[in-house]
């Protein structure tokens, strides 16, 4: 069993930036690809960005490509979420997963985090 704990979410004026913090604890953290995703309200919970375990291979949606950036500390069992120039429309709910795979299904996910809130005001 892996427990994520998810931080650093809260309000931001468009433009601004926030880094989330994913940590990770219980079983081995090793070998786990992690992902991102968001959930605003009313809408479904929606893929953001994904990396393996060695952080070598990246993928984001198009919708943020170019403005996040994940990255992960294994050594901390801890990955993270850099948003940058950000937007209303980023407003949401936040999710951090782990999974065997950097899938961009929600169903390719084994483990989730409760989440955190990321508001951008106009």
């Known amino acids: 069993q892996v427990q994520l704990v998810e931080s650093g979410g809260g309000l931001v004026q468009a433009g601004g930036s926030l880094r989330l913090s994913c940590a990770a604890s219980g079983r081995t953290f090793r070998g786990y690809a992690m992902g991102w995703f968001r959930q605003a309200p009313g809408k479904e919970r929606e893929f953001v960005a994904a990396?393996?375990?060695?952080?070598?291979?990246?993928d984001y949606a198009d919708s943020v490509k170019g403005r996040f950036t994940i990255s992960r500390d294994n050594a901390k069992n801890t990955q993270y979420l850099q948003m940058n120039s950000l937007k209303p429309e980023d407003t949401a709910v936040y999710y951090c997963?782990?999974?065997?795979?950097?899938?961009?299904?929600?169903?390719?996910?084994?483990?989730w985090g409760q989440g955190t809130q990321v508001t951008v005001s106009s």
């Open positions: 990396s393996t375990w060695s952080g070598s291979s990246t």
């Open positions: 997963a782990a999974g065997v795979v950097p899938a961009r299904g929600v169903g390719g996910y084994d483990y």
